[in-house]
């Protein structure tokens, strides 16, 4: 299993910010708006002839940000919860003070689309492609 997660305003993408300058103005963009967390996933798995098949999607959350004050963002800059994160904030964490609304998986936000990626191995599962003891063989016909 193989993920990233990247934040999008508009057409820009917010990585994760290179100093407390760049934290502060990504930070600034995001106030009073909405922008995109997009995560891709890829799952790889044993087919069917043995070779290695992959599941590939993607999940996009919509985030509302409450109109942030200077002081708001620089303590919170302060804090050094921005640094490792897309977008320059964890909405598990600190972060979670600016949203004002989502719309979309929550988990996604975080960093992995857990329903959606429950969703996506019950199908392979359904499938028989995966089961929950593990890949199975499929069985050789004469």
């Known amino acids: 299993i193989g993920g990233d997660t ?3 305003l508009d057409d820009k993408i917010l990585e994760k910010p290179d100093d407390k300058a760049h ?15 997009f995560s891709g996933v890829v799952l790889l798995y044993p087919g069917k002839d043995g070779e290695m098949e992959e599941k590939k999607f993607t999940e996009e959350t919509r985030v509302t940000f409450a109109e942030l004050s200077p002081a708001a963002i620089t303590a919170y800059v302060e804090s050094g919860e921005p640094f490792d994160k897309a977008g320059g904030y964890g909405i598990q964490a600190k972060g979670g003070m600016f949203v004002s609304g989502i719309n ?3 988990y996604n936000v975080m960093g992995f689309p857990m329903h959606r990626f429950c ?6 599962m359904d499938e028989g492609l995966l089961f929950a003891d593990g890949p199975r063989k499929a069985a050789k016909t004469k």
Do not use: D, N, P, W
Request: proline letters at 0%; aromatic letters at 4%.
């Open 119 to 124: 969703v996506e191995l019950g199908a392979l």
């Open 6 to 8: 990247v934040v999008a």
């Open 104 to 106: 979309g998986c929550y």
């Open 23 to 37: 934290a502060e103005k990504m930070l600034g963009e995001l106030s009073g708006h909405t922008h995109s967390v």
